[in-house]
């Protein structure tokens, strides 16, 4: 790299006397501290300095709490685990290796709705961070650090850890200074509102605002973010997009939505990126999203003119997407804008936006309980996420999936989920590729019915309806039989399939 | 009455016509309608049609959707379940009657978020209300009601509804006229924030406004609400309460809380009760409340000088209570608000306000799960009420329970909970009279120590050991056996215990 290079991503000269390598920062971190780093859903992570923590570990081994925004990319997650320096993780991951080290209780997984996060942190709920390790585009002559392809909850680890250590990543697109709004609610009990009104509300700054005395050390990396690994549509994703499509159109029909719809949430996935992308042939126009995370349909929502405004807290785009959209973003700049994950998720704004919210469940039952985590009740998957922030709180609560696993071995409707992280309250719409549920205003055995009919996948609906049946004729609002609303669960344990033979 | 007496409370003259008798205003009510009813905590209930809607129901049948604010006084939903009026009742109920009802499947019960219920009317999620029957202290010339002991969900029912039946209480004292803020959210997506930032913010009307014309009729009661039927303390109420104020102490002593801690939210019920009766005798001062309703313990703390203002939906006393604090309501008056209980319970307020929620549990599990509603997974008890609104957003989430029910044959600290009402997420300290478990970013095999060791009564703590150590053996981030998860309360069906022979 040239000087000037450096001076436009380092616009405090006195400043580049910190510029140190990435095992010089590593160095930096100790046994048992608590450290926050950058990166949701693979953007915008720290790149050098954790790989080199977990290079270092393996001859000098040193245990943290490790917090981020959400996932990691760069298999940083996995070098961590393996190196054995995780000894506390938040609020979310993704990884393998990393799940599997947590189901054995090696590392101590602390699943966090990821709006709270950071509101634990302000108020002292956990100890002090030593050290945030942020990616910037840039650092201004203030301090201020010009995030990259997400925020997450690296703003409030910069401004609460004694100490940031900041990657300055070359490959990230100098375009980005000016696409974030950084705003943090002030402490309670004496917090203003929070004046966000629209997904293009503008509220914050362009930056994190630091003091530059607390940056500790600057890493010079050239790397780009991960791609994430989202699967095409097949038919099944795209039956479930044509169903809830169709229940938009009815929504409109019926007086209470109009085609610009409410602002949408979509979560990570395949599913959800297949639903916003069928909403490009839709009649649909003038779209908002409101989401966590913009991936690859975010874009072609853009090009065929059907989105206005996305706010999410992180762009994560396949290689051929990454290439398009940051070969050319100022064509998308103005129509974006990314927040720290506490704003793009906080229950104040997704109530009062109205939003529709999108998120995949791992398994549901009969009565619209919805598994997004745990597989039989025991062993995590990711975590919770975002999707508590939204369901809890949007206009609508859609949960998708597909309506078998495993080939058929699994229903993913169930009797009784084996784990809840969204009661029935907080559940409007289910969608699977055999038809949609819209459970608003109904009691449970209405819901039931439903679910049964429209979710279920037909191979498996004489066994829901012979348990719903025979747990009505017990009573109860919530009719069950406790003594066998697991056995579908044991039974594939034992048998490897939820059919009775 | 005198002239001089409704000329107070009628203060529109035009209105005086439209007095018409109970049986009168009951016939307005035809079958299949959708109506809105006074009512929270049995405070403020309307008193007169609901009885003459039941009477004429036994020669003239016929069926509605009832939706309040939350319970009903003086037998209301036991006359309208005999009646056989109830087709559909939401968001909250709390009789045996209607109860029974609900759990033989007669009447469909749509348990819901107390906030939610008129974001949905709102959002014409539900059909338009035809009635709202709302009693009032009085009628203001320009046709503003002005509610009595409660608002719940009466000036949105108001508001809503296509014509409004009023019950004028004189035996409400007129007093209670400027206690109420009535704020109401705009329609999504253009909402403003709601601009309430402390307990004591004023931001609405003291009164319901709609025109005139909307009030179809008038009917004159002359009847106090129902007494509550809180407990007094106990034992281990007081020991919960102990080792809440214990807990407080300890949260001053570490700086994160202060003496006048945060503002306080504490469910109806017993243990509640008791717990803000404790703070009366400990080192804290300027407490604020800001819940859904207020009981007898929040006048022993303003008597005790420890309360600075309580902002709640409702206000519900035992008779001693209720003569000593409307005897003397001025005294009291300008330390106290009612606020619908969309705001009383507003997760933007909630959050922002940063609340300490304490809420009761059925059963907890030794994750931290919490069930508020279904016995055996199955029979509903009352509802969720607003504990979800609470417990979520809550800066402090706090469930408490007695560590027995039913002479010990009960555990309330179970495996797994039979139904989820609260997810680990949204239980921050759970407090049994055996003790505290404060379950702040621990990972699941850390919260199940604390539960077992420090919330369940010894004699059930061997079982529990067993249970997780077993569990913990087979793996997974939430240790479980799942074919055994229920088999303590499968074997208190069969044996009448969860105790293992």
Known sequence: MTPADLSARIRNKALLDRIVSADEAAALIKD?????????????????????????????????????????????????????????????????????????????????????????????????????????????????????????NSASFAILAKKVIVEINLSQPMGLDGLHDIYIPSKRPTRAPIPL???DSRVGTPY????????????????????SSVLPSDAETSAIARHLIAFFEREVASGRLDLTLQPLQAGIGSIANSVLQGLADGPFHHLRLYSEVLQDSTFDLFDAGKLSFASASSITLSAPYAERVFGSFEAYKDKLILRPQEISNHPEIIRRLGIIGINTALEFDIYGNVNSTHVDGTMMMNGIGGSGDFARNAYLSIFVTKSLAKNGAISSVVP????????????????????????????????????????????????LRDYFERAVARGGHTPHLIEEAFAWHVRRQKTGSMRES
């Not at 050098?48 to 001859?59: I, L, N, S």
């Not at 054995?84 to 993704?94: S, T």
């Not at 030593?130 to 997400?150: H, K």
């Not at 994190?208 to 791609?227: F, G, L, R």
């Open 32 to 152: 048992g501290m608590v450290v926050g780093m950058s990166g949701f859903t693979k953007a915008g992570d720290a790149k050098a300095v954790p790989v080199a923590m977990a290079e270092r570990a393996k001859a000098d081994p040193f245990k943290i709490t490790l917090i981020t925004g959400a996932s990691l990319g760069h298999d940083i997650d996995r070098m961590l685990t393996e190196a054995k320096v995780l000894a506390r993780r938040m609020p979310f991951q993704a990884d393998p290796t990393l799940r599997k080290a947590i189901n054995r209780g090696e590392v101590m997984f602390i699943d966090q709705h990821l709006s709270e996060t950071v509101e634990h942190l302000r108020s002292n709920q956990l100890g002090p961070i030593d050290y945030a390790i942020v990616e910037a585009a840039a650092i201004n002559e203030d301090g201020g650090l010009v995030p990259t392809t997400s925020i997450g």
């Open 416 to 463: 009784m989920v084996s784990h809840v992280d969204h009661t029935e309250h907080d559940v409007d719409i289910l969608v699977t590729e055999c038809g949609l549920a819209d459970l608003r205003e109904l009691a449970p055995r209405e819901r039931a019915a439903l679910i049964i009919e429209n979710c279920a996948h037909p191979d498996y609906r004489p066994q």
């Open 208 to 227: 994190v605002p630091i003091p530059p005395e607390k940056i500790a050390a600057i890493v010079i990396t050239n790397e780009t973010d991960s791609a």
């Open 197 to 199: 009104m629209a997904c």
